[in-house]
Structure formats: structure tokens, C-alpha cells
């Protein structure tokens, strides 16, 4: 069973950046598609970004477009979300979710309805 931990949230100012993991210690990754979700307060989860197993495939939710970038180290069993140019609006907490799929599928749809979901890390974005 998956039990997904985040880590990577904290506090910055616009515009700075900052680096989100996500790992499982008693199970392989690299069997399963990765996502990340953001709640923010008040607000529905919001799809982030995804990745498929083989890493070939990415999808970014129009919100973060040119500033988030989702990688996955199957080696280290680890997935990663590099967010640049941070924003007040992408205040929240961040979720890693995980669903064993086919190779090349990432779609957020499908993670957020099957996935398993971590804990979730805060990321707050304050001048």
C-alpha cells in the first residue's frame, strides 16, 4: 500500500522558487503515474502537473504553464516539482497523489479520482 510523503513546502517571497519531493519508502515509483494537487483555502483541489511512468508524457494545469516543471529519479524513487516565479495564488497545500497505470498514461482526471494521495505540504507565497 502506498503511503506517499511530501516534503519541499515552506515560505517565500513572489517570485523566488521552490522545490517539492515526493517518495514512498516501502514501495517502487516507478510502477506509477505521479501527480500533484493544491488545495488552497476556501478553494476546490486543483490539478498541478503529472507525469507517466516512462516519463515521456507531462500534463500542467494552465495555471502554472512555464513556471512548474514535474520530473520523476526512478533510481531514487522519487518524483519532484520544480516551481518557478511563485505567486501569491499558488499559496496552498500540495499533494502528491500516485495510481499504477499504463506506461504512458498521465492524466489528472484519473489521478485525483484513483490515485492515492499523500499528506500533503504547505507551500505559502507572501511578499
Known amino acids: 500500500q502506498l503511503q506517499l510523503v511530501e516534503s519541499g513546502g515552506g515560505l517565500v517571497q513572489p517570485g523566488e522558487s521552490l522545490r517539492l519531493s515526493c517518495t514512498d519508502s516501502d514501495v517502487t515509483l516507478d510502477n506509477y503515474a505521479i501527480g500533484w494537487f493544491r488545495q488552497a483555502p476556501g478553494k476546490e483541489r486543483e490539478g498541478v502537473s503529472c507525469?507517466?511512468?516512462?516519463?515521456?508524457?507531462?500534463e500542467y494545469g494552465d495555471s502554472v504553464k512555464g513556471r512548474f516543471t514535474i520530473s520523476r529519479d526512478n533510481a531514487q524513487n522519487m518524483a519532484y516539482l520544480q516551481m518557478d516565479s511563485l505567486k501569491p495564488e499558488d499559496t496552498g497545500v500540495y499533494y502528491c497523489v500516485a495510481s499504477f497505470v499504463g506506461q504512458a498514461m498521465c492524466e489528472l482526471d484519473y489521478l485525483r479520482d484513483f490515485g492515492s494521495w499523500g499528506q500533503g505540504t504547505q507551500v505559502t507565497v507572501s511578499p
Open positions: 507525469i507517466s511512468r516512462n516519463d515521456r508524457n507531462r
